[in-house]
């Protein structure tokens, strides 16, 4: 029996393949095309996307393939995220195509099995397992799993499957996009600002295949059904309609469509078959969210998984998967349901976006919406206390007994750390009964604050509990030393956490 079925080899089902592996787990990813077809809906990875490589030691890998920008933008007005509180304090573009294959790569240096040409048709799942049913190539068979993810897309199988719904707000435009060439291209890149029409936008820049340009119609008001085929003359219209010209336009590599609907799943999991990515939520592509969250979903969902199949912590941690990452996903639908609204070509929209853009001018401001674009500014709710508690780990630079190295260093094979900044006596004996599955770093560091993208600077803590994904799980409470009420305290909660995200201490 395979430890876990993933479903799609786009960047989610990949780095969760990637997390899976890296804790032990057999797993097997099935995706429908026969070879990756070179295409990129997503075109930028935000900070945190890159800091997630880092925490796993693979980030130059995609910094060398990639081009940093300065800039975020929220609906085409443009953040300045250079003073970001990261070591990646950039937008890198970089084709999602490309980090498809940076990805697979990984996986295959990691020992996880990719079969293409296959995809989920079918499931069955009972209290030990899930039966599914994999047409492909090979014909089709019934393969049997622990657990099935779905990463397979918006459209995919697998949530239908499951009987998972989506819930959200409707579509209230038509986007068309297509890779095609232009006998009569524009002079310049049309993008942001000046794309905007009377009832909509046009953009027009260089695709990743050279030769060709990437056409992207929006028109506000026109809504088609989801399954409506496109065509070269659809795009066309389109941009005949909204710009009065085609470009001559012809040979189309590539055509496609999508809306501003905005929903997500109404759970990520039912009984073994979970869902991330792009299965799990749909929304308008502003400000390039869609990739990064899928990297976020994998990045919390596979030490988690793979935690339970290897029975290390009860099923129960699974469910702590969707109640985080449904209410992070809920406010990036709320960002991208703002970034549509103001996109309309309406007078008052436009009036509304001219006092939008002067209050991004205020670095307060700036920060926030920084924050959130790039999401470093992403929250669990893991409990009251610490600000730390919940919030990514700053990527400190720490002093070992082995000499100079970075939090991130600590995290490269996936386990969980826990970290003492402050020789405290009696971390050690706590750790005890769970040095099998979480790492001791014990070092000294010169900051005297941690830095957040919005909160600012936070009192830096003697001691934490950092998980997989680079989360704090637990803060030790500010006391002398010398205190041994509150260190039994700290010592208690500390078992506390460990327990709840780890699983019992060995023998228990």
Known sequence: MTGVIVAGAGPTGLMLACELRLAGVDVLVVERLAEPNGRSRAGGLHARSVELFDQRGIAERFVAAGRPGPFAHFSFIPLDIRDLPTRFPYALAIPQAQVERLLEERAVELGVRVRRSAEVVDLRQDATGVDVRIAGERGVEWLRAGYLVGCDGGRGAVRKLAGIGLSGTPATLTALLGDVVLTDPPADVVFGADSRREHGSVMIFPADVPGLHRVITMEFGKVTERDSPVTLDTLRQACLGLGGTDFGMHDPHWLSSFSDAARQADRYREGRVLLAGDAAHVHFPSSGQGM??????????????????????????????????????????????????????????????????????????????????????????????????????????????????????????????????????????????????????????????????????????TAVLIRPDGHVAWVAPAAPAADAVASDASAASLGSALTRWFGPARGH
């Open 292 to 461: 990064n969250l899928g990297l976020q979903d994998a990045v919390n969902l596979g030490w988690k998984l793979a935690a339970v199949a290897r029975g290390q912590a009860p099923d129960e941690l699974l469910d702590s998967y969707g109640a985080e990452r449904r209410p992070a996903v809920e406010r990036m639908l709320d960002s991208t349901r703002a970034q549509t609204a103001l996109w309309r070509p309406d007078a008052q929209i436009e009036a509304l976006r001219g006092v939008f853009g002067a209050l991004v001018g205020s670095e307060e401001v700036n920060r926030a919406l920084g924050g959130t674009c790039t999401q470093l500014d992403v929250r669990y709710p893991l409990g009251d206390g610490s600000p730390a508690l919940g919030r990514r780990m700053p990527d400190l630079d720490i002093t070992s007994p082995s000499g100079h190295t970075r939090v991130f260093e600590s995290l490269h094979a996936g386990r969980p750390v826990l970290l003492d900044l402050g020789g405290r006596p009696g971390l050690r004996a706590a750790l005890e009964g769970w040095t099998d599955r979480v790492d001791l770093v014990e070092a000294r560091c010169e900051d005297d604050f941690w830095s957040y993208p919005v909160i600012g600077d936070v009192p830096a803590a």
